[in-house]
């Protein structure tokens, strides 16, 4: 680690805090009945494929306890999958697994686990143990993404996500999560996944942070993680304008992951997305909002818009 990032400097650099980001941002550009389109992991995966954004492919969905009797065959139909809760957030509920071994299934963190565990955690998803507000939900298994290798070197044990924040359908910022042996095969800062800001105009890495620490190596690997090429980096940006256009909310979280045969992939939609990725570009966020917010026009088409990104934000 290389230093220490005192929130009073950040401030100083038009840091958006979480008051202003819920009202002038969230409360004013995000329809409150447009919440139920991204917060409902399924429904957001099915708006995804009729725009014709790619996703996981998903293989099954579980709503009822007596279903639980298909998890075997379906986990022996699908050796490389993920298990999620529909309602779940930062992470939880989500269950990363491998090929069987004998009796046993591999979890990404190299646990072995039986299938009356995987029946249990299934059972809990569906009580709502992972849900907003605890209500019942429901658990899909979808197909589990092989990383890009350009990440061989700085993730362990999981698939990074990139996450793109679009505001009135313009990226105005971007940063790439990296798992570490912390956070258990998810890319969740919550968990333990390491944030590193992402160039937008050029799409490679610029600072990484671990809580308030910046740091220039991932802590389990110990290779450097800045100036590291996104690959694709233009098709992410056409991706994540595609995901704001087709759900409508003004101030969105794209979270996308890149996949070594698929290319990107759309993971998932926030309508309330954190603000750490200010610490990972060690920039605010408030001078790139409010330079889109003055414009009186955006343009529709996707590639004016990216240029728009690119020509306005300087990093
Ligand atoms: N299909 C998948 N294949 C591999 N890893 C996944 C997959 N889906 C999720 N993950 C891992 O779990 C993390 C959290 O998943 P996500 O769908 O974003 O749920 P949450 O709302 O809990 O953040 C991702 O950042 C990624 O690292
Ligand atoms: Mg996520």
């Known amino acids: 680690m ?20 819920n009202t002038d941002f969230i409360m004013r550009y995000n329809p409150r009945h447009l919440y139920p389109l991204v917060d409902d992991k399924l429904t957001t995966k099915s708006l995804a494929i009729k725009a014709g954004i790619e996703v996981p492919r998903l293989y099954a969905t579980i709503t009822f306890d007596h279903e639980l009797n298909t998890l075997e065959s379906l986990l022996n139909k699908y050796h490389q999958v993920v298990i999620k809760p529909a309602h779940g957030s ?8 491998g090929d069987r071994i004998g009796k046993f299934y591999k979890t990404a963190g190299g646990d072995l686990i039986s299938l009356n565990f995987i029946k249990h955690y299934v059972s809990n998803i569906l009580s709502g143990m992972y849900s907003l507000g605890g209500l019942p939900d429901k658990a899909f298994l979808e ?15 999981g698939v990074p996500d990139i996450r793109i924040i679009v505001f009135k359908g313009v990226p105005v910022a971007a ?7 912390k956070s258990g095969g998810k890319a969740n800062l919550h968990q333990g996944a390491i944030g590193v800001g992402i160039n937008l105009a050029s799409g490679k890495t610029t600072y990484a942070v671990t809580g308030n620490h910046i740091t220039t190596m991932h802590p389990d690997t110990s290779h450097t993680i800045n100036n590291l090429e996104i690959p694709q980096w233009e098709k992410i940006l056409m991706i994540a304008i595609k995901c704001a256009d087709t759900v409508g909310l003004g101030y969105l979280g794209v979270d996308m992951v ?21 610490l990972a570009n060690q920039q605010g966020l408030k001078i790139n909002l409010e330079k889109i917010d003055q414009l009186d026009k955006i343009p529709k088409d996707i590639m004016q ?3 728009l990104t690119r020509s306005l934000i300087k990093n």
């Open 305 to 307: 818009r990216i240029d």
């Open 143 to 157: 197909y589990r993404v092989k990383f890009d290798p350009v990440f061989n070197n700085v993730s362990f044990k």
């Open 2 to 21: 290389i230093g220490f990032v005192h929130p009073n400097t950040l401030r100083k650099q038009g840091v958006l805090g979480i008051n202003q980001r």
């Open 258 to 278: 890149l996949d070594s045969e698929l290319g990107p992939l759309m993971l998932e939609l926030n309508a309330r997305p954190g603000l750490n990725v200010q």
């Open 90 to 97: 930062g992470g939880n509920g989500i269950l990363v697994l």
């Open 175 to 181: 940063m790439i999560r990296l798992p570490t042996s």
